[in-house]
Each structure stands twice: as structure tokens, then as C-alpha cells.
């Protein structure tokens, strides 16, 4: 599965590249797969406690249906605006609507590659929501799970290098069952691709 991944990100290390003007390198250290029942606590145990965070959320629809979150902590997010920053100057790694719109770009971004690769591998259009970001408050993680009909969460851990900083997200890739089965499905297609 982090095969599929890594082809994905390799989509996204480009167009991060081309959006800050600068070279990029995004991979994926660590993914798993879990019940949406333990969600809440992998998402918890992945933060660190005494850090702001921010979380962008993104319902997608059509052949698969779910929701994707992103968790990049204040710190991340504003390292990434001042890449940003170095290719346009009126952004302000200072102003929190700067260090919010760079992170609704590098989510969107992400998130895009992976989906659309599952989309080129079933043959289907993927569509995305307009997504919503503000700040994450870790007492209220049940909120991360808003639609209860969710039910397998796709845990990718992301690291981006750019230039001499370090990007660090948690994504979250909440689906309903039968979304989940046609993953597999586009998994097990990729596999016999890939292998054949």
C-alpha cells in the first residue's frame, strides 16, 4: 500500500516544488490502517500536547465517499509560509490568514494527489468540497469524527523537506464501508499492475 503512496506524493512533491519555487521532497514514514473506533486515540497519542495545531478537514464524494483531515501543527505551518514567502513576497509568515491559506494549499495539494490517483486507478472522478480549517482543540477530538457513518481510517504520516526546513502533517483518510472495499479494490488493481 505505501507503493501506491509513494507514487502519489511523488505527483505532489512536484507541484509543492512548482507552487514555492523551490526543490521538495515528501514522504510518507509511517501509515496504517484502523477502526474508526480507535481514531480518536491515534489521532490524540500523534500530537504533541503543548503545541497549536491546525486541522483541515475536505469532504470528497463520487466513487468514494468520505473525508480527509489533515492535523499540522502552528509551527509546521508557518516554516511552510515562510517557503511560500520566499517566492511571494506579499505573504507574511506573521499574519495567521497567510499561515492558513499556505496550509489550506499544501492540504489541498496532498490530498488531491492521493485521491486522484485512486480515481486514474478505478477509472472515476473524485470530487472535493470546499474544505474548512481552524484550530484544533485536542479535548474536543471527537469532533474529528462528525459523520458517524465513517468506518476504516487510512493513517498517513507526512514529512515534506524543503530547502533546510522540515513540514511535518498527520492525514486522516475517514471512509464509509463500502468506500473502504472499493480501496482495497483499487489497491489490489494497483498491486497486479505494479507486479505484472
Given amino acids: 500500500m505505501i507503493e501506491l503512496f509513494n507514487i502519489a506524493y511523488g505527483m505532489a512533491t512536484s507541484l509543492i516544488s512548482d507552487s ?10 509511517e501509515m496504517e490502517i484502523v477502526s474508526i473506533d480507535e481514531f480518536t486515540n491515534v489521532a490524540y497519542n500523534s500530537i504533541d500536547k503543548n503545541k497549536g495545531y491546525f486541522i483541515v478537514s475536505q469532504v470528497f464524494l463520487n466513487y468514494l465517499e468520505g473525508e480527509t483531515v489533515m492535523l499540522m501543527s502552528t509551527r509546521s505551518a508557518k516554516a511552510l509560509t515562510e517557503c511560500y514567502a520566499k517566492m511571494d513576497d506579499s ?8 499561515v492558513k491559506s499556505c496550509t489550506l494549499e ?4 496532498v490530498s488531491s494527489a492521493l485521491l486522484g490517483r485512486i480515481g486514474d486507478l478505478t477509472n472515476t472522478e473524485i470530487y472535493f468540497q470546499p474544505p474548512e480549517i ?23 504520516k507526512i514529512i515534506i ?10 492525514m486522516y483518510i475517514l471512509l464509509k464501508e463500502d468506500s473502504f472495499e ?13 507486479s505484472g
Fill in 20 to 29: 514555492i519555487g523551490m526543490h521538495s521532497t515528501m514522504y510518507v514514514p
Fill in 91 to 98: 505573504l507574511n509568515p506573521d499574519d495567521p490568514d497567510d
Fill in 106 to 109: 499544501i492540504t489541498n495539494i
Fill in 134 to 156: 481552524r484550530i484544533f482543540d485536542h479535548t474536543k477530538l471527537s469532533e474529528m469524527n462528525r459523520n458517524q457513518e465513517f468506518t476504516q481510517v487510512i493513517v498517513i
Fill in 161 to 170: 523537506d524543503v530547502d533546510t526546513t522540515e513540514v511535518k502533517g498527520n
Fill in 182 to 194: 472499493k480501496f482495497k479494490l483499487a489497491l489490489d488493481y494497483f498491486i497486479e499492475s505494479y
